[in-house]
DNA sequence: CCCTACATTCCATGATGCGGAAGCGCCAGT
DNA sequence: ACTGGCGCTTCCGCATCATGGAATGTAGGG
């Protein structure tokens, strides 16, 4: 940085405006990438940061509440983090639960709200089926978005270049058997999605769970829909019944999140 | 910092190295604080800062993934925050949740785990009691120090001094009939609390909950593990059986906090 | 239709964050 | 116990980078 020829800048691509915002939550990535849990150089060995660098912004963090720092001289992801990430959730989900629960209460079976996060799709919102007291929260998983059902709903409300760039970056890994891992079929079913308003996910991420998606139309609206259950349940009929409720749930929302 | 007549600043009284972070972080508690949602200019009156540095710290933001924009132009806390929130709830979880399950088992209450967070606690893990399926996922949700029973303990683990400092910064308000609001019976409390290893919360919170909380006793360990339960089933000789149970969970917690 | 209020962009200024290098404390090796 | 090595932390001068006042664009209200 310190001879006026070469300028190019090769990392860090288009980050933002604020650089030392970037690194900083760039770092907070990193730190939960690596199981939550890291060191200083660490740190640095995965960002290329200079040492000092890191050891401020990190300082920073932990002076906020936002970053721990153990016994051990390590840094852990800090208390504040979940305070907000929980209220993030519950800001998705004040708006979007009350339809989620209409979904479950007509169907059965547990529905979800996802979004957009970069290359894959994060739940935000979940409400239960009555029928297995399973799953935890699931919100704030992030799954690949070639696999499920929400990811394609996602994807198939893209513009079709952005979705094709998306699968470039991310390929299609299997999963299960039964994970579609051609790059044609996938856009075929990409197609067929935006055909019919909504994608089924025959246990493609994992055996034995049918689902069933719609995108949230709305004008930025990255988001999607869905409802599973396992196979048992989820028989054709099962689903020539669900999916129109699932897209109307889908336009619900869109129009939701378009007004407030 | 722009007269050199007055530099006084009562605001902020010691943020951290970085501003640039500590006033981002700032906005996203404001907009917590706020409901999840606001537009620009009510984060330029709530903070104090100029439009512009408010409009370029949230413009990094959005781009990065932890504010949204919403049509409307107001900003709401974004999905990575949901992420980022789960990977550090999860991170404490790991480690504590194994505890806490043992500890369900052998006495059917709900157990919490809670670190100091500033001048308050927050639950970071819970498991959720066999008997009443109420209280979603408490975790985040930050609490006073003086009328709870993590609370209590959290203090009575810290040096008298730093413990009486919250104290003084907090105050002691009245919550339920029951709260302690003497600072003279509260320093007793403490007294008391250091002395058996373990505190008791008579409904000073929550009328008819009783609960018992011990320290994790770790070298720099601020955290408490805590059980609770309606007064129906928490009497004097539940909680006689409950409390070296608890206390020995908290020794158990200390010694997983200091390894991994 | 104009007008107010809000969000957004521009730009010169200097404060602020940057990172190389030196200092310290902790284990591991012998 | 001594020593060496590694990783965390602190210092400090340089220039990059964030800053905020003012100008511009945009939406809703009278």
Redesign the pocket.
């Known amino acids: 940085?310190?001879d006026g020829t070469d300028t190019s800048r090769p990392e860090v691509p288009r980050a933002g405006?604020?650089?030392?915002?970037?690194?900083a939550f760039g770092l907070l990535e990193t730190l939960a990438e690596a199981g939550g849990e890291a060191?200083?150089?660490?740190l640095?060995d995965r960002t290329g940061?200079?040492?000092?660098?890191i050891?401020?912004?990190?300082?920073t963090l932990v002076d906020l509440g936002y970053l721990r720092?153990l016994p051990?001289?390590?840094y852990t992801l800090g208390p504040k983090l979940v305070g907000l990430g929980e209220t993030a959730a519950r800001q998705f989900g004040r708006w979007a639960t009350p339809v989620l629960t209409d979904l479950v209460a007509e169907i059965g079976e547990t529905a979800n709200l996802a979004v957009l996060d970069g290359d894959r799709a994060v739940y935000v919102a979940q409400v239960p089926s009555p029928h297995q007291m399973r799953m935890f929260t699931e919100i704030g998983r992030r799954v690949p978005v070639h696999c499920t059902g929400v990811g394609k709903a996602l994807l198939s409300a893209l513009p079709p270049a952005d979705a094709a760039g998306i699968v470039a970056r991310t390929g299609l890994p299997a999963v299960t058997p039964t994970t579609i891992t051609d790059p044609e079929v996938f856009a075929r079913e990409l197609a067929v999605a935006r055909e019919r308003g909504y994608v089924l996910d025959e246990g493609e991420q994992e055996t034995g769970v049918r689902c069933v998606a719609a995108p949230v139309t709305g004008p930025h609206g990255s988001a999607a829909v869905s409802v599973s259950g396992p196979l048992s349940r989820m028989d054709d009929a099962a689903v020539a019944r669900i999916a129109p409720l699932v897209v109307a749930a889908g336009r619900r929302l869109g129009t939701l999140l378009a007004t407030a």
């Open positions: 940085m310190s405006g604020v650089q030392s915002l970037a690194r060191g200083l150089s660490e640095a940061l200079a040492p000092a660098t050891h401020r912004l990190v300082r720092q051990s001289r390590r």
